[in-house]
Nanobody
Framework: QVQLVESGGGLVQAGGSLRLSCAAS????????MGWYRQAPGKQRELVAS????????GYANSVKGRFTISRDNAKNTVYLQMNSLKYEDTAVYYC????????WGQGTQVTVSS
């Protein structure tokens, strides 16, 4: 089964940027929609961005629209999340998975935004 490893998180000041990566242990070409999720302390995990197989179809939560950009490289079995203009409320552990979360969750990557 495909395993997911997220990386690229860190501590950043408000207004800064980070680029997250999600590396899959197997091919993601056959996976129609991939997504990035986040979970803040005391809150439920939420989907923040999704991308279709070819990369041409994307969707974003209202809270991140215009600031985050999702992309994927099927040849590298990797999904990315470019995060700009970060806000304190973006602080969370970020995960990737399929659109309906059918794969085992990875360990996630912590994003901390200082105000």
């Amino acid at each position: 089964q495909v395993q997911l490893v997220e990386s690229g998180g860190g501590l950043v000041q408000a207004g800064g940027s980070l680029r997250l990566s999600c590396a899959a242990s197997g091919s993601i070409f056959g996976i129609n929609v991939m997504g990035w999720y986040r979970q803040a302390p005391g809150k439920q995990r939420e989907l923040v961005a999704s991308i279709g197989r070819g990369g041409g179809s994307t969707g974003y939560a209202n809270s991140v629209k215009g600031r985050f950009t999702i992309s994927r490289d099927n040849a590298k079995n990797t999904v990315y999340l470019q995060m700009n203009s970060l806000k304190y409320e973006d602080t969370a552990v970020y995960y990737c998975n399929t659109f309906v979360a059918t794969l085992p969750w990875g360990q996630g990557t912590q994003v901390t935004v200082s105000s």
